[in-house]
């Protein structure tokens, strides 16, 4: 791996991590459109991106967080909706990384989260304003962030659109789904790295790579800086209920990736 990679890989990782366009399907598609295979370093680099989109979560959402101390039953909430991605992670994990590593049928998450978006967008317009966040909501959202441990199914998307056709306020569903996030991605680290310190991983994956300290810093870096710029991007289209561009896009991902898993990878 080269600097320049490690810099691309994480630009990917932070705009499509908070972007409502799936990083995990971007990801996939990626590696298996050029044929890339980091070999042991992907693993690490993959930890490594992670905890720039963490720091990014972190200082976005830094005011909700410092809120959670003083508003148990939003901490509570918080909880609640983390519970059934927990459980999916556990029980669906043979499944999602079988997914992921066969790129299948990308197409079908990529659509199914522009259906969503586009149901939302239709509901806010219908609607002015919407409910303060309830444990309804919370347990709405949690299952559509449990869904969307699959590629292609946009985990920010899915989870602000649930909220908002459970009839939560706009604005609260995407400040919260941030908040969802973090619990998540700090789960799915420490999870990897514990079982790649255990193993021995660690230490043989960095020694493949060329140049394993400017690569890491690389990539943290530019994953924290676009995950920030993301963050911001997607909770001023929420608080507008405007995803038009983003429902664009994935729409013509879809047909994209479509066509690709019937006639272009089949073909290679």
């Given at each position: 791996?080269?600097?320049?990679?490690?810099?691309?890989?994480?630009?990917?990782?932070?705009?499509?991590?908070?972007?409502?366009?799936?990083?995990?399907?971007?990801?996939?598609?990626?590696?298996?459109?050029?044929?890339?295979?980091?070999?042991?370093?992907?693993?690490?680099?993959?930890?490594?991106?992670?905890?720039g989109?963490?720091?990014?979560?972190?200082?976005?959402?830094?005011?909700?967080?410092?809120?959670?101390?003083?508003?148990?039953?939003?901490?509570?909430?918080?909880?609640?909706?983390?519970l059934?991605?927990?459980a999916?992670?556990?029980?669906?994990?043979?499944?999602?990384?079988?997914?992921?590593?066969?790129?299948?049928?990308?197409?079908?998450?990529?659509?199914?989260?522009?259906?969503?978006?586009?149901?939302?967008?239709?509901?806010?317009?219908k609607?002015?304003?919407?409910?303060?966040?309830?444990?309804?909501?919370?347990?709405?959202?949690?299952?559509?962030?449990?869904?969307?441990?699959?590629?292609g199914?946009?985990?920010?998307?899915?989870?602000?659109?649930?909220?908002?056709?459970?009839?939560?306020?706009?604005?609260?569903?995407?400040?919260?789904?941030?908040?969802?996030?973090?619990?998540?991605?700090?789960?799915?680290?420490?999870?990897?790295?514990?079982?790649?310190?255990?193993?021995?991983?660690?230490?043989?994956?960095?020694?493949?790579?060329?140049?394993?300290?400017?690569?890491?810093?690389?990539?943290?870096?530019?994953?924290?800086?676009?995950?920030?710029?993301?963050?911001?991007?997607?909770?001023?289209?929420?608080?507008?209920?405007?995803?038009?561009?983003?429902?664009?896009?994935?729409?013509?991902?879809?047909?994209?990736?479509?066509?690709?898993?019937?006639?272009?990878?089949?073909?290679?």
């Amino acid at each position: 791996m080269t600097v320049l990679q490690a810099l691309f890989l994480g630009v990917i990782q932070g705009l499509t991590e908070f972007l409502p366009v799936s990083s995990s399907g971007h990801l996939v598609l990626f590696r298996r459109l050029l044929n890339v295979d980091l070999g042991g370093a992907d693993v690490v680099f993959d930890l490594a991106l992670h905890i720039g989109t963490l720091f990014a979560v972190c200082i976005a959402m830094r005011r909700e967080l410092f809120a959670l101390v003083r508003s148990p039953r939003r901490l509570l909430y918080l909880v609640l909706a983390s519970l059934p991605a927990a459980a999916a992670g556990v029980l669906l994990e043979d499944a999602v990384d079988e997914a992921a590593a066969g790129g299948r049928y990308l197409f079908a998450g990529f659509a199914a989260t522009a259906a969503l978006l586009t149901a939302a967008q239709i509901r806010a317009a219908k609607r002015r304003g919407g409910l303060p966040l309830r444990a309804v909501h919370a347990a709405v959202m949690g299952l559509a962030q449990a869904a969307a441990i699959f590629p292609g199914l946009s985990r920010s998307g899915a989870t602000v659109a649930a909220g908002v056709l459970a009839g939560a306020d706009r604005g609260e569903a995407a400040r919260f789904s941030f908040l969802m996030s973090i619990p998540v991605i700090a789960g799915g680290f420490a999870i990897k790295f514990f079982r790649l310190a255990a193993g021995g991983g660690i230490a043989g994956a960095i020694a493949s790579t060329r140049y394993p300290g400017p690569c890491i810093a690389a990539g943290v870096a530019a994953a924290a800086f676009c995950g920030l710029a993301a963050v911001k991007i997607t909770l001023s289209c929420a608080l507008k209920a405007k995803y038009t561009p983003f429902i664009i896009y994935l729409c013509l991902l879809a047909c994209a990736c479509a066509w690709l898993e019937f006639y272009g990878f089949a073909a290679g």
